[in-house]
């Protein structure tokens, strides 16, 4: 199975910062990654997907890059209700998917 | 517009077995790919089981022999037949919708959530 690891586990920033999550891959997905936010309670919600492609209805501060092995979900101005927590997902190598363990996002 | 309400979940003994439900309306789900995903509480995503829209269905190795997806195409619902619950299932399960990009594992819509807590 594909591992999927993210850095860092947790982040404190403010509003209006600019934040970068990263996930890499434990081999090669090309561009098979996918990004999520969850907040508390609720059901994740797709941001990115193919890595840098922006689903629809999600504002443009959010942004993917990346391939290979090594990814980043980039929120260029952090607003309020960004706080959350943010999963990426592989879809390269299924069955299994497998998600990252999350970056949480708190108020600094 | 496109929903997914899930259904089925509550407290079962180790051992005994549940089934969920997952009422799709706003799209077909025998034409999509469809998947369950769980999360443990306080814990991460993790992937259950997939069914395509060729009826090909997948399992994690952790719910394999144990636990069946399936399909109602008249009813437009997915199902998880949960047997052998163990503690270790305890979990929000989401039914989610693969969309087709690179793969059809981009899940665009997801329920609500349903929890299952097996204990004694």
């Known amino acids: 199975d594909i591992q999927m690891t993210q850095s860092p586990s947790s982040l404190s920033a403010s509003v209006g910062d600019r934040v970068t999550i990263t996930c890499r891959a434990s081999?090669?997905?090309?561009?098979?990654l996918n990004w999520y936010q969850q907040k508390p309670g609720k059901a994740p919600k797709l941001l990115i997907y193919?890595?840098?492609s922006l689903q629809s209805g999600v504002p443009s501060r959010f942004s993917g890059s990346g391939s290979g092995t090594d990814f980043t979900l980039t929120i260029s101005s952090l607003q309020p209700e960004d706080f959350a927590t943010y999963y990426c997902q592989q879809s390269y190598s299924i069955p299994p998917v497998t998600f990252g363990q999350g970056t949480r996002l708190e108020i600094k | 517009e496109v929903q997914l309400v899930e259904s089925g979940g509550g407290l079962v003994q180790p051992g005994g077995s549940l089934r969920l439900s997952c009422a799709a309306s706003g799209f077909t789900v025998s034409s999509n790919s469809m998947s369950w995903v769980r999360q443990a509480p306080g814990k991460g995503l993790e992937w259950v089981s997939v069914?395509?829209?060729?009826?090909?269905?997948y399992y994690a190795d952790s719910v394999k022999g144990r636990f069946t997806i399936s399909r109602d195409n008249s009813k437009n619902t997915l199902y998880l037949q949960m047997n052998s619950l163990r503690a270790e299932d305890t979990a929000v399960y989401y039914c989610?919708?693969?969309?087709?990009?690179?793969?059809?594992?981009?899940?665009?819509?997801w329920g609500q959530g349903t929890l299952v807590t097996v204990s004694s």
């Open positions: 081999q090669s997905i090309s561009n098979y």
């Open positions: 069914i395509y829209s060729g009826g090909v269905t």
């Open positions: 989610a919708r693969g969309i087709c990009s690179t793969s059809c594992s981009n899940f665009d819509y």
């Open positions: 193919a890595a840098s």
